[in-house]
């Protein structure tokens, strides 16, 4: 598909407005990240920030959040990001450091931003951070593009 098709794909909304309508069409079908307490602290074209309080049942056997929740966080962050132009965009691939735990009570933010997209395929840095903004992991994504197919209709 064309530069022009894809571009037909916003219904002629800036691309604010449309991140916004794409994340709230999302989110709504979006039962891993509702269940799991994600609120979104803002949206725009290629970016996403969102939280999560870390809560008794996200523990593991050491009493620090599971990786596998702060990996589902940056994961969220990341497909709403790579999803605000309204193409429909699914992980290719992604890589997670750990650098501190969350711990109990904690609100992670996971913070994800476009770095590079060509033809279906980008590159997205997440930062996850705690409320005392201590890095807690950073995550890239790799992303690719079914062109064509709205994540929303407008």
Known sequence: MSEAGF???TSGLD???????????????????????MRFEGV?????????TVREDML?????????FITTLADSAFAFSCNSYN???????VSID??????????????AREVFVAGRTGVYDIVVTNQKNELIAVMRGKSYRLKGRPVVEL
Do not use: W
């Open 7 to 9: 571009r037909d794909l």
């Open 15 to 37: 691309p604010q407005a449309l991140a916004e309508r794409v994340r709230d069409g999302m989110f709504a079908n979006d039962q891993a990240s509702q269940g799991l307490g």
């Open 44 to 52: 725009g074209p290629g970016y996403a920030k969102m939280s999560m």
């Open 60 to 68: 593991n056997g050491f009493r620090i959040c599971h990786g596998g």
């Open 87 to 93: 193409e429909q965009t699914v992980a290719s691939g």
């Open 98 to 111: 750990f650098m501190a735990p969350g711990r109990p009570g904690d609100v992670l933010t996971a913070e």
